[in-house]
């Protein structure tokens, strides 16, 4: 199973708000032969770490894809720069985020580039809640952490609500 987390929090000049941003992303995907299998309903959260920049849509998607993780990350970080992203700080507000969160149960070994799974996956409610949709039954590949008890291990502050279809 591949997992990717899509999310944005700024209008974006040509596709608008970040709900449609997120879509359009996944449009975009599709057209460079990655297969969207589903994708969990979108969210609206607040930033990790918290801040006043506005808040994200999230989501999480599944994908199948014949290219390896290094190739699948490296079309992400094309969509990416196609939608205007810049990559200037850590935690700043963003036109468009896709993070390739696992691919299968490959667990990258030191050095190794994607780190996967997602280093921070395991902290993160916007990533966890959507991903539950998904695959319920998943399991985090490094620590074996069912999905039930990293949500458990949430820190509370984190807010998500569902946004209704």
Known sequence: MILVAIGANLTHPRFGPPRATCEAALAALAETGVTVVRRSRWYRSAPVPASDQPWFINGVAELRSGLDPAGLLAVLHRIEADFGRERRERNEARLL?????????????PGEVPVLPHPRLAERAFVLLPLAELAPDWHHPASGRPLAELLRALPPDQVIEPIPD
């Open 97 to 109: 985020d896709l993070d390739l969160l696992a691919y299968d149960d490959v667990v990258s070994g």
